[in-house]
């Protein structure tokens, strides 16, 4: 990526036709008729054996939704996660597949900004754990528990999963806002590593239960892309791993019971106020909770039925039982839609004058206003700069 | 996650909710039974009981102008089966020469008998075609004990109390919304 050469090879700009091609799931029949030349030219132009012209690339870049100036820059980055992802059953829907290209251009865009600075994703993946025969869910439960014992994360609550993932095990993760349905995908690349996108729509509880349901992909099943949408019936064996580690990772049994036996000593009902209480000791959403305690035995099957045929339990009685506590949100919600590090490489490409505010804008899909918020503190931080100790390199 | 067998449920949604209750067991048997009373009271509360109050109360000499009334009444309410069935049981109440209070109280609690045998093994029908051998058993167990405590005939009476029936639409579950409600453990 770091070629000195001015000008693209043939090949290189025939394979970065055939990924937004791809992209935009056109046939090269379909993109012959567009530049009116036969279908053999596409395969030949693909191929690096015939130089696109200058007319036929602007009106395939049309075409591809894209722009010649992203298939010529030499610093784009092009990635072909987006058909790994159309190979999979429930990514026809169009929500999914603008969802996956989202996920392409974004890990492109990060990408990009850590080749022009010279910096290096490092990968601090847990060790893969690929899914043995016999049950699924005691080794799911032993995965979570290890990684959570690896990372440090001891018993307490998950508060950031974003900060988790991005920062602590170096994988690349996005919070944007999606389609209702799609809660999450995964993507692994062997050159970028592995990516996560995640609904920013929803709640801060549910973020951290889909960003957990991807790292079980991460830790398993590394290789095999995956879009989490609403309302799935998760049957496959790498699901039921999936969603097991998730609920341990984020609340262990032993955690689980302990807070319930100290909630709960002596009462015979497990009423709303137990409920809120523990939901908020494990920083768990109140339908997550009730579900994790029907599965550990601690109420009754039907629980969260009961529940929800007699009124719920509503916001108001949350802040009766715990006051008007501030909520917790995900460092990256707050703070405008990109992941701490992806935020410092802008910055610093924007401080050096590598990319104007314009480029980044485009390249992490985002509005003047979102930009400035990330370029923000950028500007602070020049102006106490002599204050501060320089980092030694 | 699956809702469970009772959502598709060929019965009114009274009784889906009945099922429900019967097959979790958040639900104590208490509760399985409340929602027994508020499906039955749904369905039978549908049939003209003042008519046949009226007709049973009526100064007729003999019963087979009773049941000739009875059978009038039926044609006022086409396809009706709680009221169909009401009338039914009021003219097998009148064959037996019930009449007044007492042929309404027979007549009634007959119609709940059949209702609630009808609802029960329709939905234990349903749960062996469409659950888990486990859970339709628990089912089955859940409606057995519940039916054995409930007193039709009570529930006849408490319909046939005031003057005139309750509307069906004013019979309400009763929500157990309160901050410190919830299952048994």
Redesign the interface.
Known sequence: MTDTSERLSNHEIGERLRLAREGVKLTQSQAAEVIGAARTTIVAIEQGKRRIQMDELQKLATSYQTSANVILRREAVHLDMVPRFRKLDDSKDIDVERATRLLNDLVSAEVELENALGVTRARNYPPERPILPGEVRSQAEQDAQELRDWLGLGSGPIMDIVSILDLQLGIRVYVRPLHGKVSGLFAYDEAAGACILLNANHSHERLTQTGAHELAHVISTRHQPEVLTEGERFASREERYANIFQRNFIAPARVVRQRFAEITAGQSHLTRRHVILIAHAISLSREATVRRLEELKLAREGTWDWFQGNGGITDAQVREVLGDIPRPNISVVLKGMVPPRLALLAREAWKQELYSEGQLARLLHLDRHGIREVLDGAEREEGEADELVKILR | M?DGPHKSLPLRPHWR?FA??A?????ALDEVRETLAYAIKRDVLQAPISNIREIMDSDTLFAYMRIEKLEALRSRHPGSAPAQLAIDCAVAAVGKGLTGQAGTHAATTMAIEDTTRSAMRSIEEHYQREAHPRSSRYVRERQLAVRQQFDCGALASELLSPAKPPPQRAVKLA???????????
């Open positions: 699956s909710t429900q209750r097959a979790k067991a958040a639900y929500v157990r919304d309160g901050l410190d409600q919830g299952p048994p453990r």
